[in-house]
């Protein structure tokens, strides 16, 4: 009986914690300027542009972390940093903002932590290693590490190895 009460009560324990994380914590506002309007995110962590929602909506899993904006041309470039859980902690957005308005890209990377962001021309180089989670085999993760991954974005869409990343 004893062993039955402990097993019920750490289910309930698990369970109320796997809520709680599922459910998400209020994050710290973020805001950044561009030449064209106020990215900010909010304690939901919804990216927004001047108040507006994206369509589609960009919520992050974690927390959303905004970079500096880079200009290219008639363009402010903001690469947006979605933190998430230990089987994939990193994904990222590229965000252009415009006159006319800002436009997100879908998510991509490798759910590894940049290892570089730089301008190249009109585009924009961002760099990380490959990535397998904790639950992989050792041999796995540590080959995942030693992969290169170059992510190019440029006139509005993001590509890897030449291919569009969807």
């Known amino acids: 009986m ?3 009460t402990v097993a019920i009560i750490l289910l309930t324990v698990a369970g109320a914690g796997a809520r709680a994380q599922f459910s998400g914590s209020p994050q710290e506002t973020q805001a950044t300027r561009t030449r064209f309007g106020l990215l900010t995110v909010g304690e939901d962590r919804m990216l927004l542009f001047e108040g507006r929602e994206f369509d589609p909506p960009l919520i992050g899993n974690n927390s959303l972390t905004l970079g500096e904006p880079l200009r290219i ?3 402010d470039l903001v690469v947006i940093t ?3 859980g230990t089987g994939c902690p990193f994904m990222y957005y ?3 903002v415009t006159k006319s308005g800002a436009k ?3 998510a991509f990377g490798t759910c590894a932590e940049l290892t570089g962001v730089r301008r190249k021309g009109d585009s924009l180089e961002l760099r990380m290693t490959g990535f397998r989670g904790p639950f992989e085999p050792q041999a796995a993760r540590r080959r995942a590490e030693r992969e290169r991954h170059i992510f190019v974005f440029r006139a ?4 890897e190895n030449g291919k569009p990343v969807k």
């Open 82 to 84: 979605d933190s998430g």
């Open 94 to 96: 590229v965000v252009s």
């Open 2 to 4: 004893y062993r039955l």
């Open 73 to 75: 041309g008639p363009t």
């Open 156 to 159: 509005g869409v993001v590509t």
């Open 104 to 106: 997100a890209t879908p």
